[in-house]
C-alpha cells in the first residue's frame, strides 16, 4: 500500500471475502415464499455450494455486505480483489480511542464488562485476540500506526469526490488530524462535527459530552455535498440579522437575547424576521415605479425596480411582507419561512439516550445515516 510521492507503505493480506449469509432483501423473501426444504446452515437458496466460493465470479454480486474481520485485511481485499480503487464514495471510521491500551472488549450482547483475561471470554475470530491483546505493545505509537494504516487504505479506495468521516474522542483528536492532514492534505480537511454524546456526565473539571467527528475530502474542489436541514434549529435564531419579532396586532420590537436562544418563549402568534431589499438592479417599465404605503411614496430608484409588479407589491403589503424603515421601503423575511434551518456542525440529538444501546462503547445509528443523506450514499463503515 502506498509508496508513491513519499507516501509511506506496507503490506497487508487481501484475502477473498465469500458470502456466509445473504442479506438482501429479495433473497429473505424468496425464501419465505418458497416450500421448506432443507439447506446448510449459511447457504443462500439461490447459490449452490460451490457458486458460493467463486468469490467474485457469480451471478449474486456483491450487495449489503457485512463483513466480520480486521479492517485492515477487509478495505486491503476490497482494493485488491473487488478492485473497488477509487469508485468508493464514503468511508466512516469509528476505531478504537486510544485511550486505553490495556482496553476490555464485549464479544457479547449480554457481557458488558467482559475480562480480557480469561480465555472462555474470546469467543469470535482470532483477530481479537491480537486486536486487544498485542496491538497496543507500544502504546500510543502503535495506535496511531495501526489508524494510518488503515486511513491510507481508505484514501485508495475513496473516488475523486469521496469523503472519509473518522469518529474519535477528545484525547486523541488532535493526533488523528494530523494523521488525516498527512495522507489527505490540509488542504481538504471539512468542517469538524462535534456530536454529544451524553446528556449528562460528572467531572472534577468541566463535564465531556461530546465526541468529534474529522471530515476530509479526497479532493476538496469534487467532493459531493448535500447540504442538511434540521427542523428542530428553528427554536434557536443563529442568523443576527434575524433582530426583529412581530406581533400578532401588527405592532413590531426588537427580539431579546432569551428569545433568541429559544423562539418558544415569544408570546403566541409573534414571528422572528429580518428586512431584506425589496429591490433588485435595472430598469423594468413595470416595476421602476412609484409605490404608496403608509401615506408616503416611495421610489426603487433610476436603475432598479421593485421585486414585483405593482399589484404583487401590493399583494405583499396586504399580507405584512413590506415594513418602512429608514426613510425606504423592506421586505420582511421570516425565520420560519423555509421550514428548516441549515444544519451545522454542532449536534446535540446524537446522545445515547436517543437510541437503546446494546454495547458499552455504540456508535449511535443517527450519527452515521446523516453522513448518508449528505453523500447520497450508504457508507463503507470500519471499526
Same mark, same amino acid.
Request: glycine share 8%; aromatic share 8%.
Given at each position: 500500500?502506498?509508496?508513491?510521492?513519499?507516501?509511506?507503505?506496507?503490506?497487508?493480506?487481501?484475502?477473498?471475502?465469500?458470502?456466509?449469509?445473504?442479506?438482501?432483501?429479495?433473497?429473505?423473501?424468496?425464501?419465505?415464499?418458497?416450500?421448506?426444504?432443507?439447506?446448510?446452515?449459511?447457504?443462500?437458496?439461490?447459490?449452490?455450494?460451490?457458486?458460493?466460493?467463486?468469490?467474485?465470479?457469480?451471478?449474486?454480486?456483491?450487495?449489503?455486505?457485512?463483513?466480520?474481520?480486521?479492517?485492515?485485511?477487509?478495505?486491503?481485499?476490497?482494493?485488491?480483489?473487488?478492485?473497488?480503487?477509487?469508485?468508493?464514495?464514503?468511508?466512516?471510521?469509528?476505531?478504537?480511542?486510544?485511550?486505553?491500551?490495556?482496553?476490555?472488549?464485549?464479544?457479547?450482547?449480554?457481557?458488558?464488562? @467482559?475480562? +480480557? &483475561?480469561?480465555?472462555?471470554?474470546?469467543?469470535? =475470530?482470532?483477530?481479537? #485476540?491480537?486486536?486487544?491483546?498485542?496491538?497496543? !505493545?507500544?502504546?500510543?505509537?502503535?495506535?496511531?500506526?495501526?489508524?494510518?494504516?488503515?486511513?491510507?487504505?481508505?484514501?485508495?479506495?475513496?473516488?475523486?469526490?469521496?469523503?472519509?468521516?473518522?469518529?474519535?474522542?477528545?484525547?486523541?483528536?488532535?493526533?488523528?488530524?494530523?494523521?488525516?492532514?498527512?495522507?489527505?492534505?490540509?488542504?481538504?480537511?471539512?468542517?469538524?462535527?462535534?456530536?454529544?454524546?451524553?446528556?449528562?456526565?460528572?467531572?472534577?473539571?468541566?463535564?465531556?459530552?461530546?465526541?468529534?467527528?474529522?471530515?476530509?475530502?479526497?479532493?476538496?474542489?469534487?467532493?459531493?455535498?448535500?447540504?442538511?436541514?434540521?427542523?428542530?434549529?428553528?427554536?434557536?435564531?443563529?442568523?443576527?440579522?434575524?433582530?426583529?419579532?412581530?406581533?400578532?396586532?401588527?405592532?413590531?420590537?426588537?427580539?431579546? @437575547?432569551? +428569545? &433568541?436562544?429559544?423562539?418558544?418563549?415569544?408570546? =403566541?402568534?409573534?414571528? #422572528?424576521?429580518?428586512?431584506?431589499?425589496?429591490? !433588485?438592479?435595472?430598469?423594468?417599465?413595470?416595476?421602476?415605479?412609484?409605490?404608496?404605503?403608509?401615506?408616503?411614496?416611495?421610489?426603487?430608484?433610476?436603475?432598479?425596480?421593485?421585486?414585483?409588479?405593482?399589484?404583487?407589491?401590493?399583494?405583499?403589503?396586504?399580507?405584512?411582507?413590506?415594513?418602512?424603515?429608514?426613510?425606504?421601503?423592506?421586505?420582511?423575511?421570516?425565520?420560519?419561512?423555509?421550514?428548516?434551518?441549515?444544519?451545522?456542525?454542532?449536534?446535540?440529538?446524537?446522545?445515547?439516550?436517543?437510541?437503546?444501546?446494546?454495547?458499552?462503547?455504540?456508535?449511535?445509528?443517527?450519527?452515521?445515516?446523516?453522513?448518508?443523506?449528505?453523500?447520497?450514499?450508504?457508507?463503507?463503515?470500519?471499526?
Amino acid at each position: 500500500m502506498g509508496g508513491e510521492g513519499g507516501t509511506p507503505s506496507f503490506e497487508a493480506e487481501a484475502p477473498s471475502v465469500h458470502i456466509h449469509q445473504a442479506l438482501s432483501s429479495e433473497a429473505i423473501l424468496r425464501t419465505v415464499m418458497k416450500k421448506p426444504r432443507e439447506l446448510t446452515l449459511f447457504a443462500d437458496p439461490e447459490l449452490d455450494r460451490w457458486k458460493q466460493i467463486e468469490f467474485y465470479e457469480h451471478e449474486a454480486g456483491w450487495r449489503n455486505r457485512l463483513i466480520l474481520g480486521d479492517s485492515l485485511i477487509v478495505m486491503t481485499s476490497l482494493l485488491e480483489k473487488d478492485r473497488l480503487g477509487g469508485q468508493v464514495q464514503v468511508v466512516y471510521v469509528d476505531p478504537p480511542y486510544g485511550i486505553n491500551y490495556n482496553s476490555n472488549f464485549q464479544a457479547e450482547l449480554t457481557k458488558p464488562n @467482559p475480562d +480480557e &483475561r480469561l480465555d472462555g471470554t474470546v469467543t469470535r =475470530e482470532p483477530e481479537q #485476540v491480537q486486536a486487544y491483546r498485542d496491538t497496543w !505493545s507500544l502504546g500510543v505509537h502503535s495506535y496511531l500506526t495501526y489508524l494510518r494504516d488503515r486511513l491510507l487504505v481508505a484514501s485508495d479506495l475513496l473516488s475523486d469526490a469521496g469523503s472519509i468521516f473518522v469518529q474519535i474522542g477528545s484525547d486523541r483528536v488532535h493526533l488523528v488530524r494530523l494523521l488525516l492532514d498527512e495522507i489527505f492534505g490540509p488542504e481538504n480537511a471539512c468542517p469538524m462535527i462535534t456530536v454529544q454524546k451524553t446528556s449528562g456526565a460528572r467531572s472534577t473539571l468541566l463535564a465531556e459530552v461530546s465526541d468529534f467527528i474529522l471530515w476530509y475530502a479526497k479532493d476538496k474542489n469534487k467532493m459531493k455535498f448535500n447540504q442538511l436541514y434540521d427542523l428542530k434549529g428553528l427554536n434557536t435564531v443563529t442568523d443576527p440579522d434575524y433582530k426583529h419579532v412581530l406581533l400578532p396586532g401588527g405592532s413590531t420590537r426588537d427580539l431579546l @437575547p432569551h +428569545e &433568541r436562544v429559544n423562539v418558544k418563549l415569544l408570546p =403566541e402568534g409573534a414571528r #422572528v424576521y429580518k428586512l431584506d431589499n425589496a429591490t !433588485s438592479q435595472g430598469y423594468s417599465r413595470t416595476k421602476t415605479v412609484e409605490l404608496e404605503m403608509d401615506d408616503k411614496s416611495f421610489h426603487p430608484g433610476n436603475n432598479r425596480h421593485w421585486l414585483l409588479r405593482v399589484e404583487g407589491m401590493e399583494r405583499l403589503r396586504e399580507v405584512g411582507r413590506l415594513e418602512v424603515s429608514g426613510g425606504g421601503l423592506w421586505y420582511r423575511r421570516f425565520w420560519d419561512d423555509s421550514g428548516a434551518a441549515d444544519l451545522n456542525n454542532i449536534w446535540t440529538d446524537t446522545t445515547s439516550s436517543f437510541a437503546k444501546r446494546k454495547y458499552v462503547v455504540q456508535t449511535v445509528p443517527k450519527i452515521v445515516d446523516e453522513r448518508n443523506k449528505q453523500t447520497e450514499v450508504s457508507p463503507l463503515y470500519s471499526r
